[in-house]
Every structure is written in C-alpha cells, then in structure tokens.
Nanobody, 122 residues
C-alpha cells in the first residue's frame, strides 16, 4: 500500500484546509486510516482516525468540533477537513493505514504516507 497525502499549505488563522490521503497499490477499504501530525520540534501526535467503513471516528481533544475525517472507499481516499485553524495546528500531517482497527498509537499502523505541511499564520 502506498499512501499519498496532499492538500497542505499556508493559511491564516481561522481559515480552512482539506487534506487528502490517496491510497494506491491495493485497496484500503478494509483498513482504518489515521491522521497524525508532527509540529516543529515536537513528537508525532494522533489527530483523527476513521474505521474501515466510516462508521467510527475518533479525534484528539484539541481538534474536536473543528476537524472532520471522512472516506470514500470507491476512490480509495480519506479526507481531513480542517476548519477554524489555529497557529498550534501548524505541523507536518501524515496519513497512515492499519488493519488492526481504529487506533490512536502510531506503532500499530502498517503503512505511512509522506507528510504534507500545514502552516497557519496568526
């Protein structure tokens, strides 16, 4: 499985971005997909996860009510809609796939995409 994250960029505080995670090589329709981020100088942290069929989602507290994760298995793509962005959301964002079910810890993820940089100016 190859994962390609895209959609990052520079946005002002309060603005919105939509990240995409496109899978290739094989279908990820039976994988949970998670988004993680790594702010400058900090450890990678969990952001959001969606189950294989989309019926279960989970978010870290700091993004609840602002971010929404969704997936389109026909397109083999997962999205992260990010609204009301804050300077603290600045980070490299990574998507990852796991067969283990929705998880918040990086170690259970089998496949990782490259990061896409989100920069929020205050």
């Amino acid at each position: 499985v190859q994962l390609q994250a895209s959609g990052g960029g520079l946005v002002q505080a309060g603005g919105s971005l939509r990240l995409s995670c496109a899978a290739s090589g094989r279908t990820v329709s039976n994988y949970a997909i998670g988004w993680f981020r790594q702010p400058p100088g900090k450890e990678r942290e969990f952001v959001a996860v969606i189950s294989w069929n989309g019926d279960m989602t989970s978010y870290t507290d700091s993004v609840k009510g602002r971010f929404a994760i969704s997936r389109d298995n026909d397109k083999n793509t997962v999205y992260l809609q990010m609204n009301s962005l804050k300077a603290d959301d600045t980070a490299h964002y990574y998507c990852a796939a796991t067969i283990a079910g929705p998880a918040t810890v990086p170690r259970v993820y089998n496949y990782w995409g490259q990061g896409t940089l989100v920069t929020v100016s205050s």
